[in-house]
């Protein structure tokens, strides 16, 4: 709230159009940035906040008399087509988990990007008769002097873009009474994505009334706009508040906000499901010096399997999951799903490259950051850090016992196991073994050595 007041009181020495403009790109060039490392929703919101910016930058524009180009900036453009479809489809791809798009969901782009080659044959047809780059200019919504062969007055963009924009508001809230129903005892994750949403889209929805106000008292009673309250502050207002909600909360960039609990303490299970309570300090949790995984197992029903998942055996899954996770959280069918997918994907030992990342599993199954993220928070035991770690101290353990340091030098199987350098393998082999990596590749080869 003190950056939201902040910018407001810039906007005092510099055009609120400018301040707004310059935010907004800034803040849509990180969400697509951002979705390029697989966080794939951000796309339309950084498409959407993009168009709401350029609207922006068009008035500060206008207001200075620097340009007027019909459906390059002013009244309409064709970057304003683009807000509808793309605001719906972010809401969308939240609340249905969706990575991609199907080939029937293009056809929400049909308008823009006719708009597009609209904008395009305007071009090229003011060169062909100009011989130079020319573009209709309009100071009124309704201008009918054209020089091209077909022109689309500005008075129906407009109609166009508010009536698709209002479809799609509609459309949105629907979607969120549908997926985003109030239920008791909900995680606190499903709070704070209601919480967004609801004042993301209630923001966008005002936006929508105040730009069809404005449109109908200018093109039904030629009255400008001004003449009942400053759209062009209040729509400000309204962008400044989203714009800085994503830059300086920016969880957001994961598409939807990050998780910000504890983890839950296995041990408090009943103690018919756990006879022995697992103490993750100081029991049997720790890495045993052979090729495999440490399994922590109790006598009835939950261990950890050998990536370190919590797995209760398939009788209790249901019963044993709904214990350990909070509720409104993802379904059970879907954590399994993704443990085992995970699972498949580490046998190709993509953790022995060092560039590999909670990002690198994310491309590979497609599946939102915050999802990965949840698991390793609820369903592991490791932090994905201490993960990467023993997955590559367990190669280096693997490649021991196969004898490669006969025919390769302790650092050279570190370095190939994933580690960026000498000194943090050591480091981290150390830290999980309790041995030096030259203690256990002697002890390995010659059998002698007491751990």
Request: with cysteine; charged share 15%.
């Amino acid at each position: 709230m003190a950056i939201f007041m902040l910018l407001l009181v810039l906007t005092m020495w510099v055009s609120l159009n400018l301040v707004t403009a310059i935010l907004g790109f800034v803040v849509s060039a990180m969400l697509l940035l951002s979705a390029s490392r697989n966080q794939f929703v951000n796309i339309f919101l950084g498409v959407g906040f993009f168009a709401m910016a350029y609207r922006s930058l068009s008035n500060y524009i206008i207001a200075y008399q620097l340009m007027d180009n019909t459906f390059l900036v002013g009244h309409v453009s064709f970057v304003y087509y683009f807000i509808g479809p793309s605001i719906y489809l972010y809401f969308r791809s939240v609340l249905n988990d969706e990575q991609s798009l199907s080939k029937r969901d293009w056809l929400h782009f049909l308008l823009p990007v006719w708009a597009i080659l609209l904008l395009l044959y305007y071009l090229i047809e003011g060169s062909i008769i100009f011989g130079k780059f020319y573009l209709q200019a309009s100071t009124s919504v309704s201008n009918n002097v054209t020089p091209y062969s077909f022109y689309l007055q500005p008075i129906y963009h407009v109609v166009l873009i508010v009536a698709q924009c209002f479809i799609y508001t509609v459309l949105s809230w629907r979607l969120v009474h549908l997926k985003l129903k109030t239920k008791k005892n909900e995680h606190p994750q499903l709070k704070k994505v209601r919480t967004w949403i609801i004042t993301f889209l209630s923001s966008f929805t005002l936006l929508l009334i105040i730009a069809f106000t404005g449109a109908f008292l200018k093109i039904v009673f030629n009255i400008e706009k001004k003449f009942l309250f400053n759209v062009d502050f209040v729509r400000s207002v309204f962008l400044i508040y989203l714009f800085t909600r994503v830059l300086f909360k920016n969880d957001l960039l994961y598409g939807m906000p990050n998780l910000k609990t504890e983890l839950p303490v296995i041990d408090s299970l009943p103690p018919n499901e756990l006879e022995e309570p697992i103490d993750k300090e100081n029991s049997a949790d720790t890495l045993k010096i052979n090729a495999n995984s440490v399994i922590i197992t109790t006598p009835n029903h939950v261990h950890f399997d050998s990536n370190g998942w919590i797995k209760p055996h398939e009788a209790m899954i249901s019963e044993v999951f709904s214990q350990i996770s909070p509720s409104g959280t993802l379904e059970t069918d879907k954590v399994l799903d993704y443990i085992n997918r995970i699972n498949e994907y580490l046998e190709k030992k993509p953790y022995t490259s060092v560039d590999f990342d909670i990002k690198s599993i994310c491309t590979e199954l497609k599946a939102p950051l915050y999802h990965i993220e949840y698991l390793f928070r609820y369903y592991n035991k490791y932090s994905f850090s201490e993960f990467r770690n023993v997955m590559r101290v367990n190669y280096v353990l693997k490649q021991f016992e196969a004898g490669s340091s006969q025919n390769f030098t302790i650092e050279a199987i570190g370095l190939n196991a994933g580690f960026s350098s000498r000194s943090s393998f050591f480091r981290v082999f150390k830290q999980i073994t309790e041995k030096t990596p030259k203690q256990v590749s002697d002890y390995l080869l010659n059998k002698d050595l007491k751990v």
